[in-house]
């Protein structure tokens, strides 16, 4: 019988030492007194429930900017095809033009 009863102290003082650590973790707002341990488990449900849709809106805005950088890399090599065939261009003009000027002389 002594045994059930000392058990039973061990894990009301680990529940104790559990409810202790949450209120470290979970803010208290400005009744931060004396809190129940049922309004102790509704603010930690609330507050997990906050840090996840926190969680949603950062993944969703990674996901974003993701599609973003995609968006951009692919302008960036359009434009620096773009560039390639400019420069290809200029270059078949510049050696047009010397040509020419050579046949002058």
Do not use: N
Not at 7 to 19: F, H, I, M, T, V
Not at 50 to 79: F, G, T, V, Y
Request: overall charge positive; charged content about 35%.
């Amino acid at each position: 019988e002594a045994e059930p009863a000392a058990r039973s102290r061990c894990r009301r003082a680990q529940l104790r030492l559990c409810l202790e650590r949450l209120k470290g973790l979970v803010p208290l707002g400005a009744a931060a007194g004396r809190h129940t341990t049922l309004s102790l488990l509704t603010r930690a449900r609330l507050h997990i429930q906050k840090l996840e849709d926190q969680e949603r809106r950062a993944l969703h805005q990674i996901e974003q900017l993701q599609r973003e950088q995609r968006h951009l890399q692919r302008q960036l090599e359009k434009l620096g095809m773009e560039r390639v065939r400019i420069d290809s261009i200029g270059s078949s003009l510049s050696s047009e033009r010397s040509d020419s000027e050579q046949g002058e002389s």
